[in-house]
């Protein structure tokens, strides 16, 4: 035989996945989800059935563990010891089921997930309930197959004689399918399951008003009507597990949290953990301790806090940060005639009134059988008992026991059943007192006949057996509900002032973009000076802010976008510290920069009450390079997220130039590079939303730009404009006249022209409204900076040209000017 002949040439995907395939199916039919009959995984049925078949029932002492592992695993499931424990395991948690299936005695773990004791040392036997699972497993109930060796039987699914997939619920995950069913209380599946035979037309609303949704062993608080309902019709929804919480008050005028009962599958101890670490990392203010009194009387655990602590606040927090709140997700997965299927609540109900069905109708036919067969004895006993003495001289009469039944089936008629039966009577059974038994058990196994035989041939007395059965098995083992349910989904308000202590704080952001959170306590310690503070050389305090902890800032860039940054998101460094760069606490791009900062309080951005218009609050307004002015409320830039967002909509080759905050409408002064200006009232600009592009507020040349947009009000002050070869001058305010918007305004300085006279400047980079003498801020395109006070630049007409205030290099003329930060920040309230 040669080589070619002995090998098949094969495409790796068609064999990878074939067998895939089939590995797939195996561990689907038969590892991780369970049957739609009796609700249990194959390893589950295997332990219960061979616990069952070697008597370890509730009335015999407790059996080790290992006995029981050995045995499932050497008669019905190959596969290691551990996979089996755990199985085992899980069915005698009753954190984890409803109603445990096994009666363990030993250590089989705890809610703060320690493990259970090796099974060597762990004893255990069927629960009282589990029996009900395997009640009438011997009548020929349910189909059986041959295990893994063909060296026994295993039963291909439990009678089950109450609705188990939906009582203690399962979880599990295969490959393409998961399935995850809660626990619901027993009292309430078999009302509906009895409602669904009574009525097989009702609806999942109907159905709702028996089930009302799940019921965890571990209790807590469901929240969400329509993630049931939506769970209930499709097999898919979620719901809201919350713990059960109270505030109690303590000695000394302390309150603290309790709490009795947590989520389901929640670990208790990592429960206590996440909340402790809260304390620990600050990011809650007011927790002093947190304390575990689980014990006998039940699960308990403590959160103490501190004196006037906000505890509705603190537990809102809680409840949003950890798992005090945990979001569960019905996937109703399970096998219907072989195959996964996701199942609505009626149709699991219906697929178990079918089983229970085939269940009672076999038990009832072996019933049938088995007293057919009696009657069929005692009728022979009862005629031979009429004719004794004939039967015993016949007996008599003949050679050996074969001949002497072969004699009485030819003489009397006796079938050979019966015959064997009057062979084995006793002596004692030829009294009156048996004769009389003998017709008496005869007329009552007729009975039981025709009662087995009216139940095959009537569907509603079939239907009658199911639910007495079912009633009797809900009054024994019923328990009252452990899970309250809450219709709506509560929303979780966490008040700032519990997660951050409001502390007066300096935010400052220098020219290069380096940003920090400053004490004030360091900023006094520092020498309370803004010149003191720590910057990267060449660079300048740009902005230097006195706010609180649980401010917000907005921060506005030249591209139209803006970010919202809560002060207590700054990274916090002492005041000679150089920061952090801005990109690291935000997601700005390269190619943008930070144009406004404007500090607001938590309540501007919250929406006004119904009925108030909008514009009744604080107004921002967008000025552009171009001329573009654009009004908008304030509250229009409230938001939760932490990325750019549009805040002005910016044409090509335009840029914002400022943005400032209006409380009441103004006047509104604009001016150019070329020395243009504009004065007009700011309610000329209609409010916007915040995406708009705006309007014309000045009409530029176009090589003209603006250098400044500056809100005025009244007469009083002057406007000093910069040029960028450091020539300023002040003209009074009231030489400004109150304009139309969008004309081309009136000029504000002149430039010197002429070769030899000495230029005052190519182009405006500033202009100030000026009332009290202040010191300002010149950088140059080289970042090379200098300071003046404005009463350095001399009043003039608004066609003046000027005072050299700051010498400058022809090579490196003026970029930017702003007023110097206070030297001491103060709080704007």
């Given at each position: 035989?040669?080589i070619?002949e002995?090998f098949?040439?094969?495409f790796?995907?068609?064999?990878v996945g074939?067998?895939?395939?089939r590995y797939?199916k195996y561990?689907?039919?038969?590892?991780?989800i369970?049957?739609v009959r009796?609700?249990?995984k194959?390893v589950?049925?295997?332990?219960?059935?061979?616990?069952y078949?070697?008597g370890?029932t509730?009335?015999?002492p407790y059996?080790?563990?290992?006995k029981?592992?050995?045995?499932?695993?050497?008669?019905?499931?190959p596969?290691g010891?551990a996979?089996?424990?755990?199985?085992m395991?899980?069915?005698?948690?009753?954190?984890k089921?409803?109603?445990?299936?096994?009666?363990?005695h030993?250590?089989?773990g705890?809610?703060?997930?320690?493990?259970?004791?090796a099974m060597?040392?762990?004893?255990?036997r069927l629960?009282?309930?589990?029996?009900?699972?395997?009640r009438d497993?011997?009548k020929?109930?349910?189909?059986?197959?041959d295990n893994f060796?063909n060296?026994?039987?295993?039963?291909?699914v439990?009678?089950?004689?109450y609705p188990?997939?939906?009582?203690?619920g399962v979880s599990?995950i295969s490959?393409?399918?998961?399935?995850?069913i809660p626990?619901?209380?027993?009292r309430?599946i078999i009302?509906a399951?009895i409602a669904?035979?009574?009525n097989?037309?009702i609806?999942?609303?109907?159905l709702?008003?028996?089930v009302?949704?799940?019921d965890?062993?571990?209790?807590?608080i469901?929240?969400?009507e329509?993630?049931?309902?939506?769970?209930?019709?499709t097999?898919?929804?979620?719901i809201?597990v919350?713990?059960?919480t109270?505030?109690?008050?303590?000695?000394?005028?302390k309150?603290?949290?309790?709490i009795?009962?947590i989520p389901?599958q929640?670990?208790?101890?990592?429960l206590?953990v996440s909340i402790?670490?809260l304390?620990?990392?600050?990011?809650?203010?007011?927790?002093?301790?947190v304390?575990?009194e689980?014990?006998?009387q039940?699960l308990?655990?403590?959160?103490?806090?501190?004196?006037?602590?906000d505890?509705?606040?603190?537990?809102?927090?809680?409840?949003k940060?950890?798992?005090?709140?945990?979001?569960?997700?019905?996937?109703?997965?399970?096998i219907?005639?072989k195959?996964?299927r996701q199942l609505?609540i009626?149709?699991m109900?219906e697929?178990?009134?079918e089983?229970?069905?085939?269940?009672v109708?076999?038990?009832?036919k072996?019933?049938?059988?088995?007293?057919?067969d009696r009657?069929?004895v005692?009728?022979?006993?009862?005629?031979?008992?009429?004719?004794?003495d004939?039967v015993?001289?016949?007996i008599?009469?003949?050679?050996n026991?074969?001949?002497a039944?072969d004699?009485?089936?030819?003489?009397?008629?006796?079938?050979e059943?019966?015959?064997?039966?009057?062979l084995t009577?006793?002596?004692y059974r030829?009294?009156?007192?048996?004769?009389?038994?003998?017709q008496?058990?005869l007329?009552e196994?007729n009975?039981?006949?025709?009662q087995?035989?009216?139940?095959?041939?009537n569907?509603r007395k079939l239907?009658?057996?199911?639910?007495?059965?079912l009633t009797?098995?809900?009054?024994?083992?019923g328990?009252?509900r452990r899970?309250?349910?809450?219709g709506?989904?509560?929303?979780?308000?966490v008040n700032l002032?519990?997660t951050?202590?409001?502390?007066d704080v300096?935010?400052s952001?220098?020219r290069g973009?380096?940003?920090?959170?400053?004490s004030?306590?360091?900023?006094?310690?520092?020498g309370?000076?803004?010149?003191?503070?720590g910057v990267k050389?060449?660079d300048?305090?740009?902005?230097?802010?006195?706010?609180?902890?649980?401010d917000?800032l907005?921060?506005?860039t030249?591209?139209?976008?803006?970010?919202?940054?809560?002060v207590?998101?700054?990274?916090?460094?002492?005041?000679k510290?150089?920061?952090?760069?801005?990109v690291?606490v935000?997601?700005?791009?390269k190619?943008?920069?930070?144009?406004?900062?404007?500090?607001v309080?938590?309540s501007?951005l919250v929406p006004?009450p119904?009925?108030?218009p909008?514009?009744a609050?604080?107004?921002?307004?967008?000025v552009t390079?171009?001329g573009?002015v654009?009004?908008t409320?304030l509250i229009e830039?409230?938001?939760t997220r932490?990325?750019?967002i549009?805040?002005?909509?910016?044409g090509?080759?335009?840029e914002?130039l400022?943005?400032?905050?209006?409380?009441?409408?103004e006047?509104l002064?604009l001016?150019s590079?070329?020395?243009m200006?504009?004065?007009?009232?700011?309610?000329?600009?209609?409010?916007?939303?915040?995406v708009?592009g705006?309007v014309r507020?000045?009409n530029?040349?176009?090589?003209?730009?603006?250098?400044?947009?500056?809100?005025v009000s009244?007469d009083?002050?002057?406007i000093l404009?910069?040029?960028?070869h450091?020539y300023?001058k002040r003209?009074l305010?009231?030489?400004?006249?109150?304009?139309?918007r969008?004309?081309?305004?009136?000029?504000t300085?002149?430039?010197?022209?002429?070769?030899?006279?000495k230029?005052?400047?190519?182009?405006?980079i500033a202009?100030?409204?000026?009332?009290e003498?202040?010191?300002?801020?010149?950088?140059?395109?080289?970042s090379?900076?200098?300071?003046?006070?404005?009463?350095?630049a001399?009043i003039d007409?608004r066609r003046?040209q000027g005072?050299?205030?700051?010498p400058t290099?022809?090579?490196?003329a003026?970029?930017?000017a702003?007023k110097k930060?206070l030297q001491?920040?103060?709080?704007?309230?």
């Amino acid at each position: 035989m040669s080589i070619l002949e002995n090998f098949l040439p094969a495409f790796l995907e068609e064999v990878v996945g074939d067998r895939f395939g089939r590995y797939s199916k195996y561990i689907i039919q038969d590892r991780a989800i369970p049957d739609v009959r009796d609700g249990l995984k194959p390893v589950q049925r295997r332990i219960l059935y061979a616990m069952y078949d070697a008597g370890n029932t509730p009335d015999k002492p407790y059996r080790k563990s290992a006995k029981t592992v050995g045995d499932v695993m050497g008669n019905y499931h190959p596969h290691g010891d551990a996979s089996i424990y755990e199985g085992m395991v899980r069915m005698a948690q009753p954190w984890k089921m409803a109603h445990p299936l096994v009666d363990g005695h030993g250590n089989w773990g705890s809610m703060d997930d320690d493990p259970a004791a090796a099974m060597r040392y762990t004893e255990a036997r069927l629960s009282a309930i589990a029996m009900e699972l395997l009640r009438d497993i011997e009548k020929r109930t349910v189909l059986f197959k041959d295990n893994f060796d063909n060296s026994t039987k295993e039963p291909v699914v439990l009678p089950s004689r109450y609705p188990n997939l939906l009582v203690n619920g399962v979880s599990g995950i295969s490959s393409g399918f998961a399935t995850e069913i809660p626990t619901h209380n027993l009292r309430e599946i078999i009302d509906a399951c009895i409602a669904v035979m009574g009525n097989p037309a009702i609806t999942v609303p109907e159905l709702m008003g028996i089930v009302k949704g799940p019921d965890f062993p571990t209790g807590g608080i469901i929240m969400g009507e329509d993630g049931i309902r939506e769970a209930y019709e499709t097999g898919k929804g979620r719901i809201y597990v919350r713990a059960k919480t109270a505030i109690e008050d303590v000695r000394g005028g302390k309150q603290q949290i309790v709490i009795t009962q947590i989520p389901y599958q929640v670990v208790k101890s990592k429960l206590a953990v996440s909340i402790d670490n809260l304390r620990l990392e600050k990011k809650v203010d007011g927790i002093a301790e947190v304390r575990d009194e689980s014990g006998r009387q039940g699960l308990r655990i403590v959160v103490e806090l501190k004196k006037d602590a906000d505890a509705e606040g603190i537990l809102a927090f809680l409840f949003k940060k950890t798992d005090l709140q945990v979001a569960y997700n019905f996937n109703m997965v399970a096998i219907v005639n072989k195959a996964p299927r996701q199942l609505g609540i009626k149709a699991m109900l219906e697929a178990y009134i079918e089983h229970q069905k085939e269940v009672v109708t076999f038990r009832t036919k072996y019933d049938l059988e088995k007293a057919e067969d009696r009657a069929h004895v005692v009728e022979g006993l009862v005629k031979a008992l009429n004719i004794l003495d004939a039967v015993i001289e016949t007996i008599r009469a003949s050679k050996n026991r074969q001949n002497a039944q072969d004699n009485l089936t030819e003489k009397f008629g006796f079938s050979e059943r019966q015959a064997d039966a009057i062979l084995t009577l006793q002596l004692y059974r030829l009294t009156n007192l048996e004769i009389t038994q003998l017709q008496k058990e005869l007329d009552e196994t007729n009975k039981k006949i025709a009662q087995l035989r009216s139940i095959l041939e009537n569907p509603r007395k079939l239907m009658k057996v199911i639910q007495d059965e079912l009633t009797e098995i809900r009054d024994k083992y019923g328990i009252d509900r452990r899970s309250v349910i809450q219709g709506e989904v509560e929303e979780i308000k966490v008040n700032l002032e519990v997660t951050v202590p409001a502390e007066d704080v300096l935010v400052s952001i220098s020219r290069g973009g380096y940003v920090k959170r400053t004490s004030l306590l360091s900023f006094t310690r520092s020498g309370g000076e803004i010149g003191s503070a720590g910057v990267k050389e060449g660079d300048v305090i740009r902005w230097s802010l006195g706010v609180s902890t649980v401010d917000p800032l907005l921060l506005f860039t030249q591209k139209g976008q803006y970010f919202l940054l809560p002060v207590h998101q700054i990274p916090e460094f002492k005041w000679k510290d150089t920061g952090t760069a801005i990109v690291n606490v935000l997601p700005l791009s390269k190619d943008d920069r930070i144009v406004s900062v404007i500090p607001v309080k938590p309540s501007e951005l919250v929406p006004p009450p119904e009925g108030q218009p909008a514009d009744a609050g604080p107004v921002l307004v967008f000025v552009t390079k171009r001329g573009q002015v654009k009004r908008t409320p304030l509250i229009e830039y409230a938001t939760t997220r932490n990325m750019a967002i549009a805040a002005c909509k910016v044409g090509d080759g335009d840029e914002v130039l400022t943005v400032f905050r209006s409380d009441a409408p103004e006047d509104l002064l604009l001016v150019s590079e070329q020395g243009m200006s504009i004065r007009f009232a700011e309610n000329e600009v209609s409010l916007q939303g915040r995406v708009a592009g705006g309007v014309r507020g000045i009409n530029l040349k176009e090589d003209d730009a603006l250098a400044d947009a500056i809100p005025v009000s009244g007469d009083e002050g002057e406007i000093l404009v910069l040029s960028d070869h450091g020539y300023a001058k002040r003209t009074l305010l009231l030489d400004y006249p109150l304009q139309g918007r969008g004309g081309k305004g009136i000029q504000t300085f002149e430039f010197k022209e002429g070769k030899r006279v000495k230029p005052n400047g190519t182009r405006l980079i500033a202009a100030f409204l000026v009332k009290e003498a202040v010191t300002l801020l010149t950088v140059t395109a080289g970042s090379a900076t200098a300071e003046f006070l404005s009463e350095t630049a001399p009043i003039d007409d608004r066609r003046a040209q000027g005072k050299n205030v700051v010498p400058t290099d022809k090579s490196d003329a003026l970029a930017e000017a702003f007023k110097k930060p206070l030297q001491s920040p103060e709080r704007k309230d």
